[in-house]
Nanobody, 118 residues
């Protein structure tokens, strides 16, 4: 069982930056691929970025490439999402997820709100 708690969301102006954190519980954190997803009002949840246990496989959605960076610190059992050059369309609730492989996520956090003003 893995519990995930996101933090770092907030209100930022367009062009600004935020860093989201996702703290995990459980000794098996190292085994999991970690992902970030987001859901804007009235839209379906969409994939943002993912990173495998050893950080040598990283995936990004096209719309965040060059702006967002995912990373993890297994010693701190935490995964991060550095978000730069934020746009109003990045406004959403951002969720952290853990799974045995990319595309198969079994555990989800409660989400953190990111609001980007124009």
């Amino acid at each position: 069982q893995v519990q995930l708690v996101e933090s770092g969301g907030g209100l930022v102006q367009a062009g600004g930056s935020l860093r989201l954190s996702c703290a995990a519980s459980g000794r098996t954190f190292r085994q999991y691929t970690m992902g970030w997803f987001r859901q804007a009002p009235g839209k379906e949840r969409e994939f943002v970025a993912a990173i495998n246990w050893s950080s040598d496989h990283i995936y990004y959605a096209e719309f965040v490439k060059g702006r967002f960076t995912i990373s993890r610190d297994n010693a701190k059992v935490t995964v991060y999402l550095q978000m730069n050059s934020l746009k109003p369309e990045d406004t959403a609730v951002y969720y952290c997820a853990a799974g045995v492989r990319h595309g198969q996520y079994d555990y989800w956090g409660q989400g953190t709100q990111v609001t980007v003003s124009s």
